[in-house]
């Protein structure tokens, strides 16, 4: 099957949750530093945004550390971003990974966040450049590893309701 006759569902990744939180704490969690720094990554990592220049065509860049200390760089470009709706980034990892992992190539992270009142549905599709890159991704464990992000955030996002 040639590129040009694919699926496009067959090139994303899609991961549906609702947060118990206004959309717009919900797309602050995402575009604020200190917020971010709260809740990325999977459980057990910490992340530093080393840079964040919230516009289209300004850069971020995050780095995941594992509860072992290694560290996980990840960058992109940020395409459009319409507050509180949605935001569409490149995504790419950034730095030496364990020898031998085959990196996916660069994707396209879509975050649509649906206003539900006190709760905000977000719809994260992650675009790749072909099949295979989106069987990387799978196979590194990017499913797993948002959910797990996911009930972070959502813990965060309790604490930040609460306090």
Do not use: C
């Amino acid at each position: 099957m040639t590129q040009d006759k694919i699926d496009p569902s067959e090139l994303e990744i899609v991961i549906t949750r609702v947060f118990n939180a206004p959309r717009e704490l919900v797309f602050q969690a995402w575009t604020e530093p200190d917020h971010i720094a709260q809740w990325w990554g999977p459980k057990g990592f910490t992340t530093r945004v080393t840079e964040l220049d919230l516009r289209p065509g300004g850069t971020w860049r995050y780095v995941m550390t594992s509860p072992e200390g290694k560290e996980y760089p990840v960058k992109g470009v940020f395409r459009e971003i319409i507050p509180p709706e949605r935001l569409v980034t490149t995504d790419r990892f950034d730095g030496v990974y364990e020898q031998g992992t085959d990196l996916p190539q660069e994707m396209v992270t879509t975050a649509a966040f649906e206003d539900l009142g006190n709760q905000t549905k977000l719809i994260l599709t992650t675009t790749h450049p072909s099949v295979e890159e989106r069987r990387k991704h799978e196979e590194m464990g990017a499913i797993g590893g948002w959910n797990s992000s996911f009930d972070r955030l959502q813990d965060y996002l309790e604490n930040k309701m609460a306090g």
